[in-house]
């Protein structure tokens, strides 16, 4: 008798009882690989042969030839393709990765129902239900988050434009204020609070800051001079005085600076500051 032996997927022999025997003795061959010899139909662990039990029914086999090995399953790919696909479109990857994993995972699993040797429909069941949430799910979360930060973001941007503005006024003050004191120690009545120096239109102003070199028609453009009202302050006024006056550009707040120098942010709603009220004088035109 001529025995085929079957170990870890390589085929080997033919092989005599002896010699079979002696492999099995020395270990070279386990009693739980699989073994054929002419007359069966199938493949059987090698230890059924040491009683000379085991012979199978049905037609025999060609001879010489020994039967294929028993088929064994495999996982579709494309059912590992849609769970690796899912849940990347639920760590960041949302739609690029969820729509190719839903696609996978049905592909998948109709190609295990057509063929029985195919393994891998929970992978792919798994798949899908990553590759839904991603699709159905996550645009609506994100959507709500959205819709939840976008009153922070729009917020968090008006106060960015206020302190620009802020920034922007303190400069006009600043320039304003340096020729006041120039004025006074030229003895120029031309230079200083518009009232001092007799201005009577916002034009007076700029022409006194930009023919005097205190900032550029540049400048007054970047600092948004054209939307500031402009106080007609005097040098005894008190110190509380509104020089400059702005509206935010959503209208919702108001930049105040006064003669002294110092700035605020008005807002609606807002706490008294403590302060008392500006005192609030006429404004140029």
Same mark, same amino acid.
């Given at each position: ?27 070279q061959v386990a009693g739980t690989d699989l073994a054929w010899s002419e007359g069966m139909e199938t493949w059987k662990p090698l ?57 996978c995972g049905h592909v998948g699993l109709g190609r295990i129902k057509r063929d029985p040797s195919l393994d891998g429909k929970g ?58 004191? *120039? ?35 540049? *400048? ?5 001079? *054209? ?53 609030t004088p006429a404004f140029l035109e």
């Amino acid at each position: 008798m001529q025995i085929f032996i079957n170990k870890m997927g390589n085929q080997l022999g033919p092989f005599s009882e002896s010699q079979a025997a002696e492999m099995l003795k020395s270990g070279q061959v386990a009693g739980t690989d699989l073994a054929w010899s002419e007359g069966m139909e199938t493949w059987k662990p090698l230890s059924s042969f040491m009683q000379f039990q085991s012979q199978a029914g049905g037609p025999p086999a060609l001879p010489g030839q020994p039967p294929a090995l028993p088929s064994q399953r495999r996982t579709e790919p494309l059912s590992i393709w849609a769970l690796v696909l899912g849940i990347l479109s639920l760590v960041g990857c949302s739609l690029l990765a969820g729509i190719p994993a839903v696609i996978c995972g049905h592909v998948g699993l109709g190609r295990i129902k057509r063929d029985p040797s195919l393994d891998g429909k929970g992978i792919a069941v798994a798949g899908l239900i990553t590759g839904y949430l991603s699709v159905l799910v996550l645009p609506f979360i994100i959507g709500i988050l959205a819709a939840l930060a976008l009153p922070a973001f729009v917020t968090a941007k008006e106060r960015a434009k206020e302190a620009q503005m802020l920034s922007n006024m303190r400069q006009l003050v600043l320039a304003i204020q340096s020729a006041e004191a *120039d004025g006074v120690a030229n003895s120029n009545p031309k230079l200083g609070f518009p009232a001092d120096a007799k201005f009577t239109s916002r034009a007076q102003v700029r022409e006194m800051l930009v023919g005097n070199n205190y900032v550029t028609s540049a *400048d007054l453009h970047r600092l948004q001079f *054209d939307k500031t009202s402009i106080g007609n302050v005097s040098v005894v006024d008190p110190p509380d005085t509104i020089l400059l006056q702005a509206k935010s550009e959503n209208g919702k707040s108001t930049i105040t600076f006064l003669k002294d120098g110092s700035g605020r942010i008005e807002r609606p709603g807002r706490p008294p500051s403590g302060h008392p009220a500006p005192r609030t004088p006429a404004f140029l035109e």
